[in-house]
């Protein structure tokens, strides 16, 4: 595909796209090894790419760079022009990699494998104690309830079909819990699409209000000079 194409595994910003939606992305080049190994080998480990690619031909865009991460452009600054984004020496990309989201998935599976772990245990405890109390003392209410169904009594079997039902019924909880956590992590990748998106544009639109409040054209200077124009205005604040 042609244009430049940002080398972050997870990015699909290229340099087409991003002139296209007039998107105030920009490219940078990885850093020369004899400028920073260091950077460079941590610019290339977090693009968390599975393929080969040469970092040399290749550029990472600038939704991976917090604000710090550039140098001031004070010139530009001053007179109120496009900042020229010039990124620090030791500039590494920390934004949008991919990293928080698998951190978080992890993070959020170690959770629900321990509260899984947990219920489990708390039911086979529940029924465990409740086996053991009918063995000793039959049952009332359950015992009368099993009873219907089976005038030969037998306490265990009916425990055991309430565990399987139990079970059946954690299975399917653990369906469910499965599903919504798959539809967790579809909404959160959404959600960081749109705010990748609503980034670029409040870049677009603050650099637009920027060009239109710094452009105001004097329509006299073309008639008066400067202290011309200066003698006029006193006159006028005079009269007032
Ligand atoms: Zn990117």
Same mark, same amino acid.
């Given at each position: 595909?042609?244009?430049?194409?940002?080398?972050?595994?997870?990015?699909?910003?290229?340099s087409?796209?991003v002139?296209l939606?007039?998107?105030? #992305?920009?490219?940078h080049?990885?850093?020369?090894?004899?400028?920073s190994?260091?950077?460079?080998?941590?610019?290339?480990?977090?693009?968390?790419?599975?393929?080969?690619?040469?970092?040399?031909?290749?550029?990472?865009?600038?939704?991976?760079?917090?604000?710090?991460?550039?140098?001031?452009?004070?010139?530009?600054?001053?007179?109120?022009?496009?900042?020229?984004?010039?990124?620090?020496?030791?500039? #590494?990309?920390?934004?949008?990699?991919?990293?928080?989201?698998?951190?978080?998935?992890?993070?959020?599976q170690?959770?629900?494998?321990?509260?899984?772990?947990?219920?489990?245990?708390?039911?086979?405890?529940?029924?465990?104690?409740?086996?053991?109390?009918?063995?000793?003392?039959?049952?009332?209410?359950?015992?009368?309830?099993c009873?219907?169904?089976?005038?030969v009594?037998?306490?265990?079997?009916?425990?055991?079909?309430?565990y399987?039902?139990?079970l059946i019924?954690?299975k399917?909880?653990?369906?469910?819990?499965?599903?919504?956590?798959?539809?967790?992590?579809?909404?959160?990748?959404?959600?960081?699409v749109?705010?990748?998106?609503?980034?670029?544009?409040?870049?677009?639109?603050?650099c637009?209000?920027?060009?239109?409040?710094?452009?105001?054209?004097?329509?006299f200077?073309?008639i008066?000079?400067?202290?011309?124009?200066?003698?006029?205005?006193?006159?006028?604040?005079?009269?007032?």
């Amino acid at each position: 595909m042609p244009g430049r194409h940002c080398a972050v595994a997870v990015c699909k910003n290229n340099s087409i796209a991003v002139r296209l939606n007039n998107a105030n #992305i920009t490219f940078h080049r990885f850093p020369k090894a004899k400028v920073s190994k260091t950077a460079r080998a941590e610019w290339i480990r977090r693009c968390q790419r599975a393929d080969k690619f040469n970092p040399d031909t290749s550029q990472i865009c600038s939704i991976h760079f917090c604000e710090t991460d550039y140098e001031r452009d004070l010139q530009n600054e001053l007179l109120n022009l496009p900042i020229k984004k010039r990124l620090k020496k030791d500039a #590494i990309p920390t934004l949008y990699l991919g990293l928080e989201e698998k951190k978080s998935n992890s993070a959020i599976q170690r959770n629900e494998r321990a509260a899984l772990k947990q219920r489990k245990l708390e039911i086979e405890q529940i029924l465990a104690s409740n086996i053991e109390a009918c063995d000793v003392v039959p049952c009332d209410v359950e015992f009368v309830e099993c009873s219907v169904v089976n005038e030969v009594d037998d306490s265990n079997e009916c425990w055991k079909e309430k565990y399987q039902q139990l079970l059946i019924d954690y299975k399917e909880l653990e369906r469910k819990y499965e599903e919504l956590q798959k539809k967790h992590i579809e909404e959160k990748q959404d959600l960081l699409v749109l705010q990748k998106r609503l980034r670029s544009q409040n870049a677009y639109y603050k650099c637009k209000t920027l060009n239109f409040k710094t452009y105001q054209p004097n329509p006299f200077s073309k008639i008066f000079r400067q202290n011309q124009m200066d003698l006029i205005l006193k006159k006028y604040e005079g009269i007032n």
